[in-house]
T-cell receptor
Framework: KQEVTQIPAALSVPEGENLVLNCSFT??????LQWFRQDPGKGLTSLLL?????REQTSGRLNASLDKSSGRSTLYIAASQPGDSATYLC???????????FGTGTRLKVLA | DAGVIQSPRHEVTEMGQEVTLRCKLI?????LFWYRQTMMRGLELLIY????????DSGMPEDRFSAKMPNASFSTLKIQPSEPRDSAVYFC????????????FGPGTRLTVT
């Protein structure tokens, strides 16, 4: 069974700190890797999408990387702000399918 | 674009009642996904459609659940009869499909079955 694990499950950091969220998967067959943000009581907002031919994507203070050989992706957040507080989810698809397998999520709190 | 639209945003119903959740896709998207999110099980894919055709419904928990896509921009998820264990947040997401398969989520419907 394919599994996607995110570590840590929860993280609390002071404002301004750089941080890394981890996503690992048991099946290295991967087509896309997408990072989402979910605010309490809200839907998921897409942050970054890494396609199979890519190794990383950047948007503002966010950088996501993908290492298929080790079955890992990381989301780097630079100069964290209280507004970054949310749950971060990664999800992967396998080649030939639309089906996303979601990770367990990391709940981030950035303290002012 | 308004994004993916879901209604109602909140639904409280009694056990045994029929519940219908609605979703409008982003214009031009051709794939539709229904998910359920609970604390215990996280996000689970229930069913997805491509070009109005159900492709994979292996995540639909029981025959009490059914989903339709009567046209290219609209879908319903029906639970009949509803049970307390169906209480969850139900999301739909749409996608343009190839090449990126990137999914865009709606705000969700919080369902409470008493």
């Amino acid at each position: 069974k394919q599994e996607v694990t995110q570590i840590p499950a929860a993280l609390s950091v002071p404002e301004g700190e750089n941080l890394v969220l981890n996503c690992s998967f048991t099946d290295s067959a991967i087509y896309n890797l997408q990072w989402f943000r979910q605010d309490p009581g809200k839907g998921l907002t897409s942050l970054l999408l890494i396609q199979s031919s890519q190794r990383e994507q950047t948007s503002g203070r966010l950088n996501a990387s993908l290492d298929k050989s080790s079955g890992r992706s990381t989301l780097y957040i630079a100069a964290s702000q209280p507004g970054d507080s949310a749950t971060y989810l990664c999800a992967k698809t396998t080649s030939g399918t639309y089906k996303y397998i979601f990770g367990t999520g990391t709940r981030l709190k950035v303290l002012a | 674009d308004a994004g993916v639209i879901q209604s109602p945003r909140h639904e409280v119903t009694e056990m045994g009642q029929e519940v219908t959740l609605r979703c409008k896709l982003i214009s031009g998207h051709n794939s539709l996904f229904w998910y359920r999110q609970t604390m215990m099980r996280g996000l689970e894919l229930l069913i997805y459609f491509n070009n109005n055709v159900p492709i994979d419904d292996s995540g639909m928990p029981e025959d009490r659940f059914s989903a339709k896509m009567p046209n290219a921009s609209f879908s319903t998820l029906k639970i009949q009869p509803s049970e307390p264990r169906d209480s969850a947040v139900y999301f739909c997401a749409s996608s343009l499909g190839l090449p990126s398969y990137e999914q865009y989520f709606g705000p969700g419907t919080r369902l409470t079955v008493t």
